[in-house]
């Protein structure tokens, strides 16, 4: 059955208020990969406002959580498994153009071990104008590598049907710790000349700023999209989450 877990109020569509604020509110299941695949099950948790395209979401004590981290796909609950260790959480608007995505952010502790197989780029990204696996901009805001990366991809390539462009790389200068949430803004904007700006905030401090000017022969994105959050082989919790 659905699972009204968050509340997603869509506020404003102006330029001084949040076009969608989520509240999560009582623990448990929101939604996971096997509603996105299986929306015609009756036992399966959809929500109306967030898709989970892989892993399992779950709010707990306000904010929301991957869950244990695991590489096993779930059941209509997530009872057993979450498969988090590839969590991938979308809006279903798809008309959020220039953005500012704001949320706090706790890392709990990375995922590895026998039998997992661990990447440089694990960590927690957002996701900006994301049109579908192929066409997206990404912000790496903590990474296995304690780099801080924003990427362009675009479709044709080996990356699941697409091509990652890097556009600004630099070492993380902060540590994400697990005993405190970090204030997370992650902004797109266009820019003069199809160009487009992409910027990170952490607990107030500017990390990065780069223009995307199609110098690598891959055009800006300027098309508008959803707005996500993206963990890689980490379990995390989010709270909060606001875009203006």
Known sequence: MPAALVASIVICACATQPRLVLFLERDGLVTNEYAFRHPDDPEAAEHA???????SLFARGGAGWTGPVDNRSPGPRSARSTNSAVFRMLTRRRDFADASVRFGLRLIRWHS???VETHDWDGVHVLL???????????GITRRDGTVVAKKKRPGGPS???TYTTLAQRRAPFSLSNTADHEVVAGVQTLSGGRVRLSLRVDGAQ????VDEAADGRDPILEPGRVGIRGDNVEFEFRDLTVR
């Open 207 to 210: 990390i990065l700023a780069v």
């Open 49 to 55: 406002d967030l898709i989970v395209t892989s892993g």
């Open 113 to 115: 071990g026998r039998g």
């Open 129 to 139: 104008r994301y049109s579908n696996p192929q066409t997206f901009y990404s912000i």
């Open 160 to 162: 699941n049907g697409g």
